[in-house]
């Protein structure tokens, strides 16, 4: 029974490169969300997705960031010319369908961006 | 004002002692509640949601919740040193999570 996955867990890039992290879903669960824990802060929601639909992606900033959750494969977040300010923990969480109003959101171990 | 805001910590509590942890919200509309517990490093992981008013027990942790308030709270009786970790509460405002900054807890041996 595997929780969420994230891969990588940890991510090391340049200034200017770019990042992309994988998430796939708990099985049975079709909504993905991403969120971002930046050093000494809380959690932010970044976006949340169903298959092949992005349903909510006010928190992602508007340059740079972008995801998606494919028919087929995992979810990614994708960040394009990473600065420092990237650096951060990025975590998925997942839901099964039809929890809309109880929401309960199971997170993978996830992804540690370091930009240098 | 912020969404989500937390007891400031850091809370020290003696093993066996009831540890409890403040959480209050903004949006009147919020329907669910969670708890979230987080060690050093790791992800948060789900101890406990609430959405009716009054508490909910499950193990050593009991959640409170009081709508008319806009109050929720965590008690963590006969708190064990394993116990020490940062807790998040969490509100579900249309399927996102507004997280709090959490209240860090160390149970002291």
């Known amino acids: 029974n595997a929780g969420v996955m994230q891969n990588p867990r940890h991510l090391v890039r340049r200034r200017g490169q770019e990042a992309r992290l994988r998430c796939s879903p708990m099985k049975g669960h079709s909504h993905v969300y991403w969120y971002r824990q930046l050093p000494e802060e809380g959690l932010k929601f970044m976006v949340y997705l169903q298959k092949e639909n992005i349903i909510d992606e006010s928190g992602m900033p508007k340059e740079r960031f972008s995801a998606e959750f494919p028919k087929e494969g995992p979810s990614i977040l994708r960040i394009q010319q990473v600065v420092r300010g990237d650096s951060a923990a990025y975590f998925c969480a997942s839901s099964p369908p039809g929890q809309d109003r109880y929401n309960e959101q199971f997170f993978g171990p996830g992804t540690r961006l370091t930009v240098l | 004002q912020k969404e989500v805001e937390q007891n400031s910590g850091p809370l020290s509590v003696p093993e066996g002692a009831i540890a409890s942890l403040n959480c209050t919200y903004s949006d009147r509309g919020s329907q669910s509640f969670f708890w979230y517990r987080q060690y050093s490093g790791k992800s948060p992981e789900l101890i406990m949601f609430i959405y009716s008013n009054g508490d909910k027990e499950d193990g050593r942790f009991t959640a409170q919740l009081n709508k008319a308030s806009q109050y929720v709270s965590l008690l963590i009786r006969d708190s064990q040193p394993s116990d020490s970790a940062t807790y998040l509460c969490?509100?579900?405002?249309?399927?996102?999570?507004?997280f709090g900054a959490g209240t860090t807890v160390t149970v002291r041996a």
């Open positions: 969490a509100v579900n405002n249309d399927y996102k999570l507004s």
